[in-house]
């Protein structure tokens, strides 16, 4: 109905645009003009009509059969009551754009029949393709695999196909095709512009310095969350890494930088549960190092296990440090003095013992520190107020000093080197790198005690300058509120609860 209505108006339209055209006296005769006009425009309309009629009931293309004669187009529109000449013009158009309209009215519902089924095919498979793109692409970029979308793409479809997928057997065979080509596109455009993009947000966050003055100071590093709602990508920010610089812990102006290394997940982890990927502090100056005059604290968010812990990438493996749990976050303190920076990550240990007898002495934090370092054994009590032996020395020594320092000569000849036991290696580096001496019959006597001037001769042969054990016994005073004998004394043996501290403040 609503197309013979716009048709009764367009007629309506083309007679008065032809009467106005003529002129406005009335006395010519415009049935030529007419005839043709109005012919063409009811033709146009019965053809475009009778050829989707045709077309719709599976007829054959053929104008001829649907055309009506003369006589019945004569009658139709009323043409005997016009002009001969307007009657001859009106048939003589009406059936020229029949035959053009009918077979273009035909072919137009052939085609709709054929495109209206798979015209959204590849746009609806472009949508999907894309979504997919970019959860791929974020899913390749969390766990650092290669930016490869034709390997992504593949993977995915090799679990599941897009036929079983989306539901593709309802469809016919043409809109499948349709559907996997614009899939296919949309997944490799969305993918590589994804990946690229998170790659580059990225680094531009690892752009992230601040400068250190003598005022109170925090630097922090804000971490992407990427998800996924209804198809919609949005994406949180999160504090994963912050540093805290006391006022007055640094006076020369300098850069601090902090930035997360990709792809750095269980970086050289062995033994270790790895938790966070690898985070550096850099010191932005020329010298690369700057004098801290305050111990700066360094903070993971963190939720788990007790047993986790951060560690720094020293000498070519992790290394513990004494870290403090509290709700939500792992903190560790960087002391005062000479700082050149570090690489830092969170590890879980499982293996780790606890031992009992340390609670509550005043150096359990370097004791427990020594134990998570694998430096002295956490597999039975460490009697920590005991006397330390020159064997137990030696051995958290070789721990410590071993791969910094290797023995490159041969193992010295020592005379009771068959009841050294587990000490033998610890033993054969100390005398060979001449940090500990063999007595006149060339034994090592690794039950022996060990006095404070026997450490200050070790110590000073190790840093190659002169150690003497006030250094480390003020610091004890003024920091765990610890007097030694070795301030007076130094015949007097040291304890094992010393020895842990003296590492400590020697080997950070």
């Known amino acids: 109905m609503k197309q013979i209505k716009l048709f009764r108006i ?10 106005t055209s003529s002129s406005f006296v009335f006395a010519a005769d415009t049935s ?20 989707r009629e045709d077309a719709n009931a599976g007829k054959v293309n053929n104008y001829l059969s649907a055309l009506y004669a003369d006589a019945m187009i004569i009658s139709r529109y009323s043409l005997a009551n016009d002009t001969a000449t307007f009657q001859t013009e009106f048939i003589k158009a009406y059936k020229d754009s029949f035959q053009t309209a009918y077979q273009a009215g035909y072919r137009a519902v052939i085609l709709e029949k054929y495109m209206v089924p798979v015209e959204g095919a590849y746009d609806d498979g472009l949508e999907l393709g894309t979504v997919q793109g970019q959860v791929s692409a974020m899913i390749d970029f969390t766990q650092s695999n290669k930016n490869d979308w034709l390997k992504a793409y593949n993977a995915y479809v090799g679990k599941g196909s897009l036929i079983t997928r989306y539901n593709l057997l309802r469809e016919s065979a043409t809109y499948i095709d349709g559907f996997s080509n614009g899939y296919k596109e949309g997944f490799m455009k969305a993918y590589v512009e994804t990946y690229q993009l ?17 005022l109170e100071s925090t630097l922090t590093f804000d971490e992407e969350i990427v998800s996924f709602n209804l198809g919609e990508m949005g994406s949180e920010f999160r504090t994963s890494l912050t540093l805290e610089v006391p ?12 930035f997360k290394t990709q792809d750095t997940f269980g970086y050289r982890s062995a033994g270790l549960t790895p938790v966070s990927s690898k985070y550096t502090l850099s010191v932005w100056n020329s010298s ?14 963190y939720y788990g296990s007790e047993r986790a812990g951060i560690y720094q990438w020293i000498n070519n493996r992790w290394v513990y440090q004494y870290t403090t749990l509290t709700d939500g976050a792992l903190s560790i303190t960087i002391p005062a003095g000479y700082y050149n920076g570090g690489e830092y990550a969170i590890f879980i240990d499982e293996t780790y013992k606890i031992v009992s007898d340390i609670s509550f002495n005043w150096a ?30 030696a051995q958290m020594i070789y721990q410590v000093q071993a791969l910094r320092s290797p023995l490159l000569t041969d193992a010295p000849v020592i005379a009771d080197s ?42 000073s042969m190790i840093f190659t300058r002169t150690v003497n054990w006030s250094e480390v016994s003020s610091k004890m005073l003024t920091e765990k509120f610890t007097k030694s004998p070795g301030t007076t004394n130094k015949a007097a043996y040291m304890t094992k609860a010393e020895a842990a501290y003296m590492l400590i403040y020697f080997f950070r």
């Open 198 to 214: 998170k790659n580059l947000e990225a680094e531009i966050r690892n752009k992230n310095a601040l400068q250190m003055t003598m």
């Open 10 to 19: 367009l007629l309506v339209w083309t007679l008065m645009i032809a009467m």
């Open 247 to 258: 006022a007055a812990a640094i006076y020369q102006p300098t850069y601090l930088a902090m």
């Open 364 to 393: 359990f934090k370097e004791i427990y520190t020594l134990m998570r370092r694998d430096v002295i054994s956490d597999n039975s009590l460490y009697m920590p107020n005991a006397k330390i032996t020159k064997g137990q020395l």
């Open 418 to 459: 068959a009841a050294l036991g587990i000490y033998k290696d610890a033993a054969e580096y100390m005398v060979g790198k001449r940090y500990m001496t063999l007595d006149a019959q060339g034994r090592f006597n690794p039950g022996a005690m060990v006095s404070y001037a026997d450490l200050e001769y070790t110590m």
């Open 288 to 301: 690369g190092s700057m004098t801290l005059k305050k111990p700066i604290t360094l903070s993971f968010e």
């Open 32 to 51: 030529v003009a007419d005839g043709k006009t109005i012919g063409t425009a009811v033709g146009t309309f019965d053809g475009d009509l009778k050829g």
